[in-house]
Nanobody, 125 residues
C-alpha cells in the first residue's frame, strides 16, 4: 500500500509560478510511474503529466506543455510539479497518483493504483 500526501497549493496570481510536491510512503517509490491530474469545478478530472520511474522521460497534456514540468527525487520518495506562467484556467484541485503495474494508457485514471487527497490551486486574474 502506498500513501500519497500533497502539501502545498494555494491562491496565486496569474503569471506566477508554483511548485506542488507529493510525498509517498513505502520503499518501492522508485518503481512506480507517477502522475499528476487535476479537476476544475464542474469538470471531470483530467491528466496533466506523468513521469517514468527513472525520471528520464514523461509527457504532458497539451494545455500545460511548455509551462509545467514534472520531476521526481527517488531518494526522497517525492514527485514534483513545477507550474510556471499560471493561468486562471489552471485553477483546480490537483492530485498525484502512482501506478505499479503500467497497464494501459498513462493518461487514463485507471492506469493508476494510488491517489493523493488532492490540493487546491486557485489562480486569480
Amino acid at each position: 500500500q502506498v500513501q500519497l500526501v500533497e502539501p502545498g497549493g494555494g491562491l496565486v496570481q496569474a503569471g506566477v509560478s508554483l511548485r506542488l510536491s507529493c510525498a509517498a510512503s513505502g520503499r518501492t517509490f522508485s518503481s512506480y510511474v507517477m502522475g499528476w491530474f487535476r479537476q476544475a469545478p464542474g469538470k471531470e478530472r483530467e491528466f496533466v503529466a506523468f513521469i517514468r520511474p527513472s525520471g528520464i522521460w514523461g509527457d504532458y497534456a497539451d494545455s500545460v506543455k511548455g509551462r509545467f514540468t514534472i520531476s521526481r527525487d527517488n531518494a526522497k520518495n517525492t514527485v514534483y510539479l513545477q507550474m510556471n506562467s499560471l493561468k486562471p484556467e489552471d485553477t483546480a484541485v490537483y492530485y498525484c497518483a502512482a501506478a505499479k503495474d503500467y497497464s494501459g494508457s498513462y493518461s487514463a485514471e485507471t492506469f493508476y493504483d494510488y491517489w493523493g487527497q488532492g490540493t487546491q490551486v486557485t489562480v486569480s486574474s
